[in-house]
């Protein structure tokens, strides 16, 4: 991609997560245009659809806002999974419209997933082998963890007090036990 054309890309994602979480799922693709401040040729020459451009947003939410988290190394590996899993559910709460849209449009497929997921390894092996984690959790056990905790927000309420406080009892389930979980579907 040209410069031009990738620095234009950035500006219509931006612009569009943006538009969507104040306008709505409603916003014009022509609105979206205008606050990136490029033609609406040119946004609909990158993205054929509100579909491609919703699928983008996902996209730049999770590698401008989670990945970095997940690629935290500090000497606490219990900071860094915890890190990683607030910053997962702060970003995905202030795009919550972009998330209803994703699932709504089946924009977040198998390969988006995987990614997350695989992301997420690191810092889980990091805080297993430390000894400050179950050693039977699973990289998806903490999506779940992001997900249930997501489920606690209101879209009317901005504090997100709540959020923090339904992550932190969610979080303790991650420490040792002295049972074992039991053992996860094959799905």
Sequence with gaps: MRVDAARNHERIVAAAGVAFEEVGPGVALDEVARRAGVGAATLYRRFRN?????????????????????????????????????ASVES????????RLAREV????VD?????????????RRAAAAGLVRPE???????????MALATVDDHDA?????????????????????????????
């Design 50 to 86: 509100r579909d491609q451009l919703v699928r983008a947003v996902v996209e730049h939410v999770l590698t401008t806002e989670i990945s970095p988290a997940t690629e935290v190394v500090t000497d606490d590996p219990w900071r860094d999974l915890v890190g990683m899993l607030e």
């Design 92 to 99: 995905f709460a202030a795009h919550r419209t972009v998330l």
């Design 106 to 109: 089946g924009a977040i497929d």
């Design 112 to 124: 988006l997933v995987d990614g997350y997921l695989r992301s997420m390894e690191r810092p889980l």
């Design 137 to 147: 959790l699973l990289a998806r056990d903490l999506a779940a963890v992001v997900v």
């Design 159 to 187: 504090d997100p007090a709540d959020l923090r406080r339904y992550l932190a009892l969610l979080v303790d389930g991650l420490r040792p036990a002295p049972g074992v979980l039991p053992p996860p579907s094959d799905r």
